[in-house]
């Protein structure tokens, strides 16, 4: 089953990767993904039981979701919920 | 005589504050209007902004066992209260603060967006009121992330970020932040929010997830982390961070790290306590020592682990009378930055009396609009006047609303924010509700 990750942080040669909606904590080696791959990268992964076997950067899923946070992040800063 | 007289000092400390202001424009922090306060002899040079807390009675700072991540609780002694981070999801910071009787927070912190110091702060949003979330505006992608956006806009929290020589006022407590400054790189842990709080003789460095960068900065920087009685050691532990030269600089008495017990990462690592022991301070960790809480009156502090000893050195147990930690270094303005936003609180009435009328000036960039937030004991002040504005031709906005006759005295801070152009500035100032 492919599902979707995002890149939290990296812990030396480890990586916290959080996983499909509810944002599951796996600790998968840094060396079983891409190269290349940074905090906050987006990723699609496949698990073979608790092994991470497969991770492809998700350049897609990371441009929309950062475009979409930078919009909900601006209006905090003009202090739009804080209107009406 | 005394009233005439401390007329008399206001006045020139508020010609000092207009002389000295720096052109709009700049990001340049001005000294905050509290000290103002009571008289000052006439004859006193103006001094620069010392950022040292007077003590008034017995702060408590709670390093929260959240297992592996931060959380902070600060509490001063009239009852305010401000969380650094909020550990992981589910890891019961909420359960901790409700049980500690805290209700209401007026500042929460996010050092970085990392889930183990946001994942929490979700949850803390979600239950309690907080008045104002501070973070260092550098976003990521994270689900729980964008969760601690969404319920900062639900709950209406102020929202303010922070950098290097900027400082956050808790009910008349100043923080300054020694990190990270201006600019931004793309390490999230190196750009962790650092605070320096004073309290007297105690002092304490909250270093968030700092790494070697951030240290070699903060040391290169004029705005120096000086020395600090307590330090909450960065980055859980982690060789990453507690560089030697840092180390040497902040000199910790007492050195406290958070970390999960058994923890997959090996935090805190053995080069950390190494150097710890190396400056020779007293360690606390929560793996071992569970949430461990410091109190100080500003002369002597305690540090009450809910479990266990300090794990060492043993020769340096924590002092009845520790070594006071004499003085802040003033904290010379950042450097410039062109085109920013400029704000400025010219003024603000203080004391004033439960039932009077208190009146906040301020000067910004012309058609900005302006926000002001009243933070009372009791929460953000709803009084009439106190609605957003948009500054005048020459810039001048101003507020006028009524002290409720129920408001608690004490001095409460408030908080104004311009934004122009998709920038926004806040400055912070306190003010006296008399008796």
Redesign the interface.
Same mark, same amino acid.
């Given at each position: 089953m492919i599902e979707k990750a @995002?890149i939290?942080?990296f !812990? !030396?040669d480890?990586a @916290?990767l959080?996983v499909g909606?509810k !944002?599951r904590?796996v600790?998968a080696p840094r060396k079983n993904l891409p190269a290349g791959a &940074? #905090?906050?990268?987006?990723l699609k992964i496949e698990f073979d039981g608790e092994k991470l076997v497969n991770a492809i950067i998700d350049d897609e899923e990371?441009s929309k @979701? &950062?475009e979409?946070?930078?919009q &909900?992040? #601006?209006?905090?800063?003009?202090?739009k919920?804080? #209107?009406g | 005589m005394r009233s005439v007289f401390a007329k008399i000092a206001l006045i020139f400390v508020i010609l000092l504050l207009v002389i000295g202001c720096s052109p709009l424009g700049t990001t340049v922090q001005q000294p905050t209007l509290n000290q103002t306060n009571g008289p000052q002899p006439a004859d006193t040079p103006a001094k620069p902004p010392t950022n040292t807390s007077s003590p008034t009675g017995d702060l408590q700072v709670h390093f929260i066992d959240v297992g592996q991540g931060d959380s902070i609780l600060i509490r001063t002694p009239s009852g305010a209260s401000m969380l650094i981070d909020g550990g992981d999801t589910d890891t019961g910071v909420v359960q901790y603060l409700k049980s500690n009787g805290i209700t209401r927070l007026d500042i929460v912190v996010a050092t970085h967006p990392h889930a183990d110091h946001i994942g929490g702060l979700v949850q803390v949003l979600k239950a309690i009121p907080v008045a104002k979330v501070v973070t260092n505006g550098q976003p990521t992608t994270t689900k729980t992330y964008e969760n601690f956006l969404d319920t900062i806009a639900a709950g209406k929290s102020a929202y303010v970020e922070v950098k290097r020589g900027d400082t956050i006022n808790l009910d008349g407590l100043v923080f300054t932040v020694l990190s990270p400054a201006n600019v931004l790189g793309n390490d999230l842990n190196n750009n962790s929010i650092v605070l320096r709080l004073v309290y007297g003789k105690v002092s304490f460095l909250f270093e968030g997830d700092a790494q070697a960068d951030a240290e070699a900065s903060m040391l290169a920087s004029s705005v120096s982390p000086a020395t600090a009685t307590i330090l909450k050691v960065g980055h859980h532990g982690s060789r990453t961070s507690s560089t030697p030269a840092f180390l040497a600089l902040v000199k910790p008495a007492v050195a406290i790290y958070s970390a999960g017990k058994g923890n997959v990462y090996g935090h805190p690592h053995p080069e950390t306590l190494a150097a710890l022991a190396t400056v020779g301070a007293t360690v606390y960790g929560t793996d071992v020592n569970g949430t461990v809480i410091v109190t100080t009156d500003g002369n002597t502090y305690k540090v009450s682990p809910a479990t266990g000893q300090p794990r060492g050195p043993p020769s340096a147990q924590p002092a009845a009378t520790p070594t006071p930690t004499l003085g802040a270094t003033p904290i010379p303005a950042p450097a410039p930055s062109s085109g920013a936003l400029g704000l400025e609180v010219i003024s603000v009435t203080s004391p004033v009396a439960p039932g009077g009328t208190a009146t906040l000036t301020a000067k910004t960039v012309p058609g900005s609009t302006c926000t002001i937030i009243v933070n009372y004991k009791s929460g953000p002040s709803q009084a009439q006047g106190l609605e957003a504005k948009v500054a005048d031709i020459n810039g001048n906005v101003s507020w006028t609303w009524k002290v409720g006759t129920t408001t608690t005295p004490g001095n409460w801070p408030i908080s104004v924010t311009a934004s122009k152009d998709k920038q926004a500035v806040t400055k912070e100032t306190t003010f006296t509700v008399g008796k």
């Amino acid at each position: 089953m492919i599902e979707k990750a @995002v890149i939290d942080r990296f !812990e !030396e040669d480890m990586a @916290v990767l959080l996983v499909g909606e509810k !944002e599951r904590k796996v600790i998968a080696p840094r060396k079983n993904l891409p190269a290349g791959a &940074k #905090e906050g990268h987006w990723l699609k992964i496949e698990f073979d039981g608790e092994k991470l076997v497969n991770a492809i950067i998700d350049d897609e899923e990371t441009s929309k @979701v &950062k475009e979409r946070i930078a919009q &909900k992040l #601006e209006r905090l800063r003009q202090g739009k919920h804080l #209107e009406g | 005589m005394r009233s005439v007289f401390a007329k008399i000092a206001l006045i020139f400390v508020i010609l000092l504050l207009v002389i000295g202001c720096s052109p709009l424009g700049t990001t340049v922090q001005q000294p905050t209007l509290n000290q103002t306060n009571g008289p000052q002899p006439a004859d006193t040079p103006a001094k620069p902004p010392t950022n040292t807390s007077s003590p008034t009675g017995d702060l408590q700072v709670h390093f929260i066992d959240v297992g592996q991540g931060d959380s902070i609780l600060i509490r001063t002694p009239s009852g305010a209260s401000m969380l650094i981070d909020g550990g992981d999801t589910d890891t019961g910071v909420v359960q901790y603060l409700k049980s500690n009787g805290i209700t209401r927070l007026d500042i929460v912190v996010a050092t970085h967006p990392h889930a183990d110091h946001i994942g929490g702060l979700v949850q803390v949003l979600k239950a309690i009121p907080v008045a104002k979330v501070v973070t260092n505006g550098q976003p990521t992608t994270t689900k729980t992330y964008e969760n601690f956006l969404d319920t900062i806009a639900a709950g209406k929290s102020a929202y303010v970020e922070v950098k290097r020589g900027d400082t956050i006022n808790l009910d008349g407590l100043v923080f300054t932040v020694l990190s990270p400054a201006n600019v931004l790189g793309n390490d999230l842990n190196n750009n962790s929010i650092v605070l320096r709080l004073v309290y007297g003789k105690v002092s304490f460095l909250f270093e968030g997830d700092a790494q070697a960068d951030a240290e070699a900065s903060m040391l290169a920087s004029s705005v120096s982390p000086a020395t600090a009685t307590i330090l909450k050691v960065g980055h859980h532990g982690s060789r990453t961070s507690s560089t030697p030269a840092f180390l040497a600089l902040v000199k910790p008495a007492v050195a406290i790290y958070s970390a999960g017990k058994g923890n997959v990462y090996g935090h805190p690592h053995p080069e950390t306590l190494a150097a710890l022991a190396t400056v020779g301070a007293t360690v606390y960790g929560t793996d071992v020592n569970g949430t461990v809480i410091v109190t100080t009156d500003g002369n002597t502090y305690k540090v009450s682990p809910a479990t266990g000893q300090p794990r060492g050195p043993p020769s340096a147990q924590p002092a009845a009378t520790p070594t006071p930690t004499l003085g802040a270094t003033p904290i010379p303005a950042p450097a410039p930055s062109s085109g920013a936003l400029g704000l400025e609180v010219i003024s603000v009435t203080s004391p004033v009396a439960p039932g009077g009328t208190a009146t906040l000036t301020a000067k910004t960039v012309p058609g900005s609009t302006c926000t002001i937030i009243v933070n009372y004991k009791s929460g953000p002040s709803q009084a009439q006047g106190l609605e957003a504005k948009v500054a005048d031709i020459n810039g001048n906005v101003s507020w006028t609303w009524k002290v409720g006759t129920t408001t608690t005295p004490g001095n409460w801070p408030i908080s104004v924010t311009a934004s122009k152009d998709k920038q926004a500035v806040t400055k912070e100032t306190t003010f006296t509700v008399g008796k």
